[in-house]
Nanobody
Framework: QVQLVESGGGLVQAGGSLRLSCAAS????????MGWYRQAPGKQRELVAA???????NYADSVKGRFTISRDNAKNTVYLQMASLRPEDTAVYYC?????????????WGQGTQVTVSA
């Protein structure tokens, strides 16, 4: 059974930090490149950070230098350390396989975790 459970969101002031966690069950996640996505109100979901099973990472320009993605394959958990948060980072954050980026055949998503950054 595949399951993704995101946690760690909350309300933070601009300039603050948060650490998100994503617990993934299902072997497919341990062998896949994983990503953190976000969806702000009225906007499409976007991939902001990705990490391959071997640990190489990529970031969207909007978060580069502020966010750090990591994973613990033994725990099947993916993390997103967010620093220097801005109001425009406010969104619901989800984790999923990078395969799911813009892929309509990928229809399972967790509940997400809300991040709200106040000015």
């Amino acid at each position: 059974q595949v399951q993704l459970v995101e946690s760690g969101g909350g309300l933070v002031q601009a300039g603050g930090s948060l650490r998100l966690s994503c617990a993934a069950s299902g072997r497919i996640y341990s062998i896949s490149s994983m990503g953190w996505y976000r969806q702000a109100p009225g906007k499409q979901r976007e991939l902001v950070a990705a990490i391959a099973s071997g640990g190489s990472t990529n970031y969207a320009d909007s978060v580069k230098g502020r966010f750090t993605i990591s994973r613990d394959n033994a725990k099947n958990t993916v993390y997103l350390q967010m620093a220097s948060l801005r109001p425009e980072d406010t969104a619901v954050y989800y984790c999923n396989r990078v395969f799911c980026n813009g892929n309509p055949t990928c229809d399972y998503w967790g509940q997400g975790t809300q991040v709200t950054v106040s000015a």
